[in-house]
């Protein structure tokens, strides 16, 4: 088939599972845009790293992470990385990029060159009849006879356990880590998770990597025979590079899209409705807060924008916060009730400020003892449990 050269990657494989019609304007077409912010940002960063722990190789280095280095390296990393126009969003990526650097150094203690293994390393491996090329970031040894494969992400959502267990791009890399290593009996892969500061590590049965080269060949067949490539919308269209092109989307943003009448006992078809709702209000929604942003940038410069029969301000919102002693002391006299009594029926810790102090009590601590803290803390916790609707694509 002309339109494919049997080589897969990761990228390759999640693009057309998500949309072919984004894959073949992608990689067929090349049909090609200037990458946002959020993925410049996410390759300075993973470029900071790289280009931090190849002068530590090189170097032979052994002792902390040095968050100074690793400032000064990304601060001449920003000029080059082409996030250079000054905007409010920029300005807040470079916090950001500080940030990041910071709490990892004091996350990451501890370097020994003769760990690692690897940095940024290429691999191709054959799964069926076909290629599977890619990157990793980082391999280090790992004990007892074992290699441990990083992946950095600069996502800002958190990734839940069931998201890292299931994730098909580290059971790519547990396999080309079997095939650069096959001495190593013990493979762990991790997802790094630089906004927040968590490594995840997870595991990969051999039955589960048996079932995801399946999926592998089965997709990898379904793109090899595929006639034609359907506009899918998704949860990612907004972010799509081909967006603007794309009729469906188009459809979507202008309310064209009427969504069928359904019979509320087929329960396969309501789960059908509720996925193709869920993606038309996301784009909408999506679009609804590029254009906020537009005109909040414009209401810093002036206090109302009147436009298309619509009046736009800032409002500032009032949040009121009690202070212990003087408010308990003032509803204890009007009330009559001791203050002892008014403190247990109305305290309770405001979590974010919880949050902050423990996070202050890491320093000087071991990650040992900081995080048996922690556990502590939270078996005081009282857990309150509410229903919540999740919604996840099962493969
Ligand atoms: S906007 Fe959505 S539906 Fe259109 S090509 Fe991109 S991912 Fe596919």
Not at 67 to 87: A, C, H, M, N, P
Not at 93 to 119: E, H, M
Not at 246 to 253: D, M, S
Request: charged residues 25%; neutral net charge.
């Amino acid at each position: 088939m002309e339109h494919f050269n049997g080589t897969l990657s990761y990228s390759k494989l999640k693009r057309y599972e998500q949309c072919p019609q984004s894959y073949y304007r992608h990689y067929v077409l090349k049909e090609r845009s200037e990458p946002n912010d959020s993925l410049l940002f996410g390759s300075l960063i993973h470029k900071v790293l790289e280009t931090y722990y190849r002068q530590k190789l090189d170097g032979h280095y052994v002792g902390p992470v040095d968050d100074k280095e690793l400032i000064d390296i990304f601060k001449q990393l920003w000029i080059e990385s082409g996030i250079t126009r000054v905007t409010d969003s920029n300005q807040e990526l470079f916090g950001d990029g500080i940030k990041i650097l910071t709490d990892y150094a004091q996350r990451n203690t501890g370097f020994d060159f003769t760990q690692v293994l690897a940095i940024e390393i290429n691999f191709e491996i054959k799964i069926g009849k076909f290629k599977v090329i890619g990157f990793i970031d980082r391999i280090d040894l790992a004990a007892p006879n074992g290699v441990a494969i990083t992946d950095y992400k600069t996502n800002r959502v958190m990734f839940s356990r069931n998201d890292v267990d299931r994730d098909l791009q580290l059971s790519i890399y547990q396999m080309a880590a079997k095939e650069l290593y096959p001495e190593a009996i013990n493979i762990i892969p991790v997802f790094y998770l630089l906004r927040h500061n968590i490594r995840i590590s997870t595991q990969r049965s051999e039955a589960d990597i048996d079932l995801a080269k399946e999926y592998i060949q089965t997709l990898g067949s379904q793109i090899e025979l595929a006639k034609d490539f359907p506009a899918r919308l998704n949860s990612n269209c907004h972010y799509c590079d081909h967006k603007a092109g794309c009729n469906e989307y188009q459809k979507a943003l202008a309310g064209e899209i009427t969504l069928p009448e359904v019979d509320t006992k087929n329960l396969e078809s309501v789960a059908v409705l509720r996925e193709q709702a869920a993606h038309i209000a996301k784009i909408a929604y999506a679009k609804k807060s590029e254009m906020e942003r537009v005109l909040k940038t414009h209401l810093k410069h002036q206090e109302a924008l009147v436009l298309g029969g619509n009046e736009y301000s800032m409002s500032s919102m009032t949040k009121l916060a009690y202070p212990a002693d003087k408010t308990l002391n003032f509803l204890s006299q009007i009330s009559g009730v001791s203050q002892t009594e008014l403190y247990q029926k109305l305290s309770a810790l405001d979590n974010s400020k919880v949050d902050n102090f423990v996070k202050g009590l890491r320093k000087g601590r071991s990650l040992t003892e900081y995080v048996q803290i922690k556990g502590q803390l939270e078996a005081i916790a009282e857990k309150r449990y509410s229903p919540r609707f999740c919604a996840r694509k099962v493969k």
